[in-house]
């Protein structure tokens, strides 16, 4: 009975480097640890300018802020050799969090003079930033690994 199939060690074989290619991906998607700090500092950096309630300085910063997301989109994907789409449930929770954080953070820097605010949430949103797509970065790589 000789047709196309292969036999058990051969499938065995392909098995195995399918998985080590799958492995392989999954240490190249992992983004470095610099990657998240520095996300996380060009959010507190752009947020707190705003503290400084001129104009011009938070301009200034929204054009640092967008070239080091291009820096940092340029890196990862030279580093991985691709780019990802966030989960929606990823994106719904990091509006969530912004919400959260720029609302009361608003009111009180426009409605009562209170600028200061903007650098604390700035922090705290900055912080998030790191740490969601730290998380982000390892729960694919563990999906990759596991083959789901």
């Not at 292969?6 to 991906?25: E, F, G, S, V």
């Not at 300085?57 to 994907?77: D, I, Q, S």
């Not at 903007?118 to 999906?143: I, N």
């Amino acid at each position: 009975m000789e047709n196309d199939a292969i036999d058990r060690d051969t499938a065995a074989a392909q098995l195995a480097a399918l998985q080590a290619d799958r492995a392989a991906l999954a240490d190249r998607v992992l983004q470095p640890w610099w990657y998240d700090v520095a996300l996380g500092l060009l959010l507190f950096a752009f947020l707190a300018s705003y503290a400084v309630d001129r104009l011009w300085v938070t301009f200034l910063a929204l054009v640092l802020f967008a070239a080091g997301l291009g820096a940092l989109v340029a890196a990862y994907r030279r580093i991985a050799g691709l780019w990802v789409n966030t989960p929606t449930r990823f994106t719904l929770l990091w509006g969530a969090v912004v919400l959260v954080v720029l609302v009361p953070a608003f009111v009180l820097a426009e409605g009562y003079d209170q600028h200061w605010v903007m650098v604390v949430a700035g922090a705290v949103l900055g912080l998030a930033a790191g740490v969601l797509s730290r998380v982000y970065g390892r729960r694919w790589a563990a999906e990759l690994r596991s083959g789901r």
